[in-house]
């Protein structure tokens, strides 16, 4: 299973919002909500923000945002802030492959 | 306070074999799927293997099937990954990673991660 496709970087200034995009295929993100969104910050471990698609859990800001159309799903952050610079990683569990959890490459975020 | 330390990460050599930890607290262990994810330094997430709350199932990537292995012992708070038959594309920074009692995602808590460096 091939690695779900993101851009390289996004870029924004503070107070805008930003989408990332990542895509798949009608086998995964397009047919399971099962998509999870990843902060990582320079030399940390990282962080969930998002998981199945659209849920936020607790602790991390409403800024962030989760949604999908068709095979491709979306996080948006809202109200940008200098701490929100980091790397961005989506990733899709598929039940029914033999390698079930894949990633995305990876959006790095810059805040001008 | 969920707290998740990996160690036994080092320098090996092409062909040898490592195993890591991941000592889990602050937590119901057992209660916790168990997945290893490794990153090489510089570039993206990649999961490797998984194991259920009993062990009773593992599951694997392709790229490291049959010479990773995963176990876990609950009495010790401890998942192990055994690997073998290193070369240099197994360098990376490994980190261990829980889920749900019964689901395989999301990863809600990770360790900081151990470096494993396969080099001669």
């Known amino acids: 299973q091939s690695a779900l496709t993101q851009p390289a970087s996004v870029s924004g200034s503070p107070g805008q919002s930003v989408t990332l995009s990542c895509t798949g295929t009608?086998?995964?993100?397009?047919?399971?909500?099962?998509v999870s969104w990843y902060q990582q910050l320079p030399g940390n471990a990282p962080k969930l923000m998002i998981f199945?698609?659209?849920k936020r859990p607790s602790g991390v800001s409403d800024r962030f945002s989760g949604s999908k159309s068709g095979d491709t799903a979306s996080l948006t952050i809202s109200g940008l802030q200098a701490d929100d610079e980091a790397d961005y990683y989506c990733?899709?569990?598929?039940?029914?492959?033999?390698?079930?959890?894949?990633f995305g490459g990876g959006t790095k975020l810059t805040v001008l | 306070e969920v707290q998740l330390v990996e160690s036994g990460g080092g320098l090996v050599q092409p062909g040898g074999s490592l195993r890591l930890s991941c000592v889990g607290s602050?937590?119901?262990?057992?209660?916790?799927?168990i997945h290893w994810v490794r990153q090489v330094p510089g570039k993206g997430l990649v999961w490797a293997s998984g194991?259920?709350?009993?062990?009773?199932?593992?599951k694997y990537a392709d790229s490291v099937k049959g010479r990773f292995t995963i176990s876990r012992d609950n009495a010790k708070n401890t998942v192990y990954l055994q690997l073998k038959s290193l070369s240099a594309e197994d360098t990376a920074v490994y980190y261990c990673?829980?889920?749900?009692?019964?689901?395989?995602?999301?990863?809600?808590?990770w360790g900081q991660g151990t470096l494993v460096t396969v080099s001669s």
């Open positions: 009608s086998s995964d993100v397009g047919r399971y909500d099962f």
């Open positions: 194991i259920t709350t009993d062990g009773s199932i593992t």
């Open positions: 990733c899709s569990y598929t039940p029914t492959n033999t390698n079930p959890l894949v």
């Open positions: 199945d698609v659209t």
């Open positions: 990673a829980t889920s749900g009692t019964n689901s395989w995602t999301p990863f809600n808590s």
């Open positions: 602050g937590l119901t262990f057992s209660n916790y799927r």
